[in-house]
């Protein structure tokens, strides 16, 4: 069974950073797609950056492009996101997703696309 483990999140004032950490467990395939999404109640799920495991490619969205770098330890099955340059309207419950093959951007940003979810970790960011 795949278990997404979250951690990482917390309240930070504008400009700060944090960086989340998503452990991943009985996943049997060496190569797949990862992704960090967000959610604030009453919106939609967005994806974050995705990633496919085993060196492959990652994804931004928009939003985030140039304050967000997403990487993998393949040693520790664990995948990161450090997030810069905090701004308010990145409030939001993060979660960490697995499970998607590999595709294009619009793909790997849409939640859709994974089987596997954690149970999420939450990030505020105060002005």
């Known amino acids: 069974q795949v278990q997404l483990v979250e951690s990482g999140g917390g309240s930070v004032q504008a400009g700060g950073s944090l960086r989340l950490s998503c452990a991943a467990s009985g996943y049997t395939s060496s190569t797949h797609g990862m992704a960090w999404f967000r959610q604030v109640p009453g919106k939609e799920r967005e994806g974050v950056a995705t990633i496919y495991t085993g060196g492959g490619s990652t994804h931004y969205a928009d939003s985030v492009k140039g304050r967000a770098t997403i990487w993998e330890d393949n040693a520790k099955n664990t995948v990161y996101l450090q997030m810069n340059s905090l701004k308010p309207e990145d409030t939001a419950m993060y979660l960490c997703?697995?499970?998607?093959?590999?595709?294009?951007?619009?793909?790997?940003?849409?939640?859709?696309?994974?089987?596997?979810w954690g149970e999420g970790t939450q990030v505020t960011v105060s002005s």
């Open positions: 997703a697995a499970g998607a093959a590999k595709g294009p951007a619009w793909w790997v940003l849409r939640p859709t696309s994974y089987k596997y």
